[in-house]
C-alpha cells in the first residue's frame, strides 16, 4: 500500500512562525498564517505527524520540541509559552511534557486536543507492560497513568486522528470535509502498518526483546511479544548491577540474541553487555522524535519491524 510522507516542517523557531504569519486564531477558514493556513502546534513528533496527515496543505504544522531532542523533559522558551496560546489549534499529551502541561495552562490554547483524552488511548494508557512497584525496573520517572507511548500501537495512533480532524474543523469550519477525509485516510493507512507488524510479528522463535528502557509495552502487548527493560520508563537512568544479572539470566534462560539500544539513549551499557554475553545490538526507535528527516513514523515503525524480525528468528 502506497505510504503518504510527512509534509517537510520547520520545528526550530516556533513563535517565529506564528509571528511572522500574523496568527489571529481565526475561525471559519481565517487561519493562523498569511495564506490562510491554520497554524498548529504539536508537542512532540508522533502528534505531528497526525495533524500532519490529517490536516495536510491546509495547516502549518510546528512541534514543541526540536527534532532529535529528548521528548520527556524539554524545556520551553517564553516566546514558546506564548506561541501555545496563539497557535489556532494546539496538540499534546497531558503528564508527558511537564513544561508543556503548564503553558497549556497558562495560555489555555482556545483549540485544544489532549491525546491522552482521546477514548482508545485513554482505555489503555498506563495498561501496557506497565512495571510492578517491585520490579527492578520500575524507576519513578512521573509519567500520569504509566507508560505513555501509546503511538507505538498504530491503531491508538490512528485513534488520535478523528479529535484532531474535529479541533481542526471547529477552528476552520469551511475545510471541515477535507479534515475528516484526511483523518479517514490516515486511519487506512495506520490500520495497514498494524496489519504489516501483526503478520511479520506472527511467527517467530523468540518473544523477548531486551530494551534500553521500557518504552515499548504498548508495541509488545499489541503484537505478543515479552519486554524486558535494562532501566524502566526513565531514558537517563542507569540500570543496577542487581538488574544487570536478571537480564543475564532472562538472555540466557529465553535465547536472547540481540540488546536494543535506541538513537536517543547512550548505548554505553547496553554495548557493554552485550559483548560480555556474546550477543549482539541494534536499534528500536521509540520514535519519540524524528531522527532523521527523511524518515517519518510510518518508515521508523517499519524498520522496527525489520529489526525485531531479525533479533526473534521470524519467518
Known amino acids: 500500500m502506497p505510504t503518504p510522507r510527512a509534509l517537510t516542517t520547520g520545528a526550530l523557531g516556533v513563535a517565529t512562525l506564528l509571528l511572522a504569519a500574523g496568527c489571529t486564531g481565526g475561525a471559519g477558514g481565517a487561519g493562523g498564517a498569511e ?8 508537542s512532540f513528533y508522533p502528534l505531528q505527524y497526525v495533524v500532519e496527515h490529517v490536516g495536510g496543505d491546509l495547516v502549518a504544522v510546528s512541534s514543541l520540541t526540536p527534532p532529535g531532542a529528548e521528548p520527556h523533559d524539554v ?3 517564553p516566546s514558546q509559552v506564548r506561541a501555545v496560546g496563539e497557535a489556532d489549534v494546539v496538540v499534546y499529551l497531558s503528564g508527558f511534557q511537564a513544561a508543556v502541561d503548564d503553558a497549556v495552562a497558562a495560555r489555555t490554547p482556545e483549540h485544544l486536543v489532549d491525546a491522552a483524552r482521546t477514548t482508545a488511548v485513554a482505555e489503555h494508557l498506563g495498561e501496557a507492560d506497565e512495571p510492578a512497584d517491585d520490579d527492578p ?3 519513578g520517572h512521573d509519567h500520569e497513568g504509566g507508560d505513555p507511548h501509546f503511538w507505538l500501537d498504530p491503531t491508538l495512533l490512528a485513534a488520535l486522528a478523528p479529535d484532531v480532524a474535529a479541533a481542526l474543523a471547529q477552528a476552520d469550519p469551511a475545510h471541515a470535509d477535507a479534515y475528516t477525509a484526511g483523518a479517514e485516510a490516515l486511519l487506512r493507512d ?6 504489516e507488524l501483526a503478520t511479520g510479528l506472527a511467527d517467530c522463535d523468540q518473544s523477548v526483546i531486551v530494551t534500553a528502557h521500557t518504552a515499548f509495552g504498548y508495541l509488545t502487548e499489541r503484537y505478543g511479544l515479552e519486554q524486558v527493560g535494562l532501566s524502566g520508563l526513565d531514558p537517563e537512568a542507569e540500570p543496577s548491577p542487581a538488574r544487570l544479572r536478571e537480564i543475564r539470566d532472562v538472555v540466557a534462560a529465553s535465547g536472547v540474541t540481540t540488546v536494543f539500544t ?11 553487555l552485550a559483548a560480555d554475553l556474546g550477543i549482539t545490538t541494534a536499534v528500536l526507535d521509540p520514535v519519540e522524535s524524528q531522527v532523521d528527516p527523511e524518515v517519518d513514523y510510518r518508515e521508523a515503525m517499519e524498520q522496527n519491524l525489520v529489526a525485531l524480525r531479525a533479533a526473534l528468528g521470524c519467518s
Open 190 to 195: 495506520l490500520t495497514a502498518l498494524d496489519e
Open 75 to 77: 524545556e520551553l522558551s
Open 35 to 42: 495564506d490562510d493556513r491554520l497554524a498548529v502546534l504539536a
Open 262 to 272: 535506541e538513537a536517543l539513549v547512550s548505548p554505553k551499557v547496553a554495548e557493554t
Open 137 to 139: 525496573a520500575a524507576d
